[in-house]
């Protein structure tokens, strides 16, 4: 039956994808092209882009995208249900062994130590999103290859956000039309 | 905190919202749902959301799902997680069903692919702002392991792109070695 097969195979991909986005890329390929052979390799590829374009997580829009294809609209829903399940079930167990245990010293210890890697690792992931921007797809960094309209709307941006206090979906819709003004600028 | 209706209504409506705009992955949502729920709503003390934020991460799944979950679950219970991954969820449910059925044209629209090009811009200068202060609160506690940590994550995580799963781990690790050094001087006096 195909709905559970859906179902199963997303349930795989929501247990086992570890550190979120791209770290289940590889996962799903293995799942929706090599092992049931729902999308071939091209439309695997298209599914990346369209999941860069668009809001929401690549396993989520995945589900969906290859839900649909199969099964129509209840195929989307259970490969998107198999996908989400684990993610509730082991997320709300940490949650409330956290709310539950955190005024224990090793925990707040270990917390505090968390922490700091947490802001880390947000901000490298910054990072990486403003090297895309910056610099697109291509292979270096270079002073050269810099799209410099995306720099000042970078800049614009951060200044609307910490002088004006701006609401951040506005900062980042500004940002899309201000692009978009630019090309209509340059031809 | 405010009636239990009133809060699960509010956190839908915040949750839908902002995962209709997470462009650019899991830490998007994590930094815009700081932004609403720790500064807007104070409704999560800053370290308190960290903390969310570290259990989505060492999850399996997606972060923004699981960020949804956390916070869901720690404003309402197991009805306030069910009500923030719904919401969650619908955006990117709603929006590939009718791409799946348009792909080709709105594939090779150039004021679309602009427009999300510019909005990675946007989205970054978000997060850099997010960033710039949640930093400076790590570097006002003026602890040194605590500031520490941020910079070698930070390196890890950037330069050498270790998986974050092993960050976490490690982070986990020395907070269990720091009670146990701490116990000892304490039994040792």
Redesign the interface.
Known sequence: MIYLQLFLSFLQIGLFSFGGGYAAMPLIQGQVVTAHGWLTMSEFTDLITISQMTPGPIAINSATFVGIKIAGVPGALAATIGCILPSCVIVTLIAWLYLKYRNMDTLQSILSSLRPAVVAMIASAGVSILISAFWGSSASVSFTDTRWSLVLIFAVCVLLLRKFKMNPIWVMILAGVMKAGFSLIGG | MKNRKEVLIKLFISTL????????????I???MK?KFVDEYHWIEE?EM?????????????????GA??VG??LAG?IG?LTS?IAT?I???V???L??VF?AA??SN???????????????????????E??AG?AQSRSL???L??????IA??VFQV???Y??LV??G???V??VL??RKEAGK
Not at chain 2, 117 to 129: K, L, R
Not at chain 2, 149 to 154: E, H, K, R, Y
């Open positions: 919202y902002l995962s209709a705009f997470t462009f650019g992955g899991g830490y998007v994590v930094t815009l932004k370290n960290l903390d969310l934020v570290a259990i989505a991460q060492s999850a399996p799944g997606a972060i923004a799902v699981n979950i956390v679950y720690k197991l997680a991954i969820i955006p990117p449910f929006i590939i069903s791409i799946s792909y709105f594939r150039v004021v679309i692919s602009e427009l999300l090009e510019g909005m990675q811009a946007g989205v970054g200068a978000v997060i850099a702002s997010v960033v710039y949640m930093g790590v392991p605590s500031i940590i941020m910079i070698l994550s930070f995580a950037c998986n974050v799963i960050i976490v982070c986990i020395l907070g269990i720091r009670t701490h116990n």
